[in-house]
């Protein structure tokens, strides 16, 4: 099940790329990984993702990542296909500095509604093969944060993402996502299907590098050769600036701080 390859706690290094680049890293990539395993079947290597993003009515989270706070979290909703028997993950991404931790819940489709309106998360919501303490833990921790912050869901970001992994370890992982979408939402909607979609990032690839220890240095001499700058690629933010934060119902970005910062002490 999707979940198991999850790095917890990582780095990141995320890039633009193109289409010509991007054949050019899967050369370097090939040497090194293997294709995760939803990837593996697939003739390039791309699956679906989809995320619906919480978060308050004064874009806490939002203006957390716009302003660059040290210490930062998202919380959404991850699910990979419309099959109502399939799991959904309640996942909380936290960064602090520079670097990424993650926890996530594996939830019964059926019961996620339920979890977004205030129910108390119990043993019986999760999905039966994630029945693990790790996993009830994510989701109380996630239901915490979505309570203290008011948070509801805002907005829907899909794209379709190729993964390769090291076949000894889970130290590193490379993906390149693609035609990044958003589109506004106001309810716990677990559909793939988007009605009017904006593009954040149109024409233009992303190439995350996650690695646990240190940048390794095939890393570095494909990130050198190909020329590539890193810079941040905020995905729900970006789907966000294109909606209009005022559709969403944003007010003055400086009430939002004082928030974030009271929230952010339950992580």
Known sequence: MRGDQIQPQRFERKYFITERQAVHVRQFV????????????????????????????????????????????KLRVRFYDDDPASPVFF??????????????????????????AGHLPEPRHLASAHRAAGHLVALQKFCLLMSQLSAQPKVHVAYERAAWVSPESNAVRVTIDQNVRGEKVQELRLRTRMAKPVFPFPGKLILELK?????????????????????????????????????????????????????????
């Open 30 to 73: 090939a040497s090194h990984l293997v294709p995760d395993e939803h990837s593996q079947d697939r003739a390039d290597c791309a699956y679906p993702v989809d995320s619906i993003y919480l978060d308050s009515d004064e874009l806490t989270t939002y203006w957390a990542t716009v302003h660059c706070e040290k210490s930062r979290f």
């Open 211 to 267: 690695f646990t220890n240190r940048f390794p240095d095939w890393f570095r001499d494909m990130v050198q050769h190909l020329n590539l700058i890193q810079t941040g690629v905020p995905k729900y933010c970006g789907s966000v600036a294109d909606i209009g934060e005022e559709r969403l119902g944003a007010p003055a970005a400086e009430a939002s701080a004082a928030r974030f910062a009271e929230v952010a002490k339950y992580c």
């Open 91 to 116: 996942e909380i991404k936290r960064r602090m500095n520079e670097c990424i931790f993650k926890q996530r819940g594996a939830v019964q489709r059926r019961a996620a509604p339920m979890l977004v």
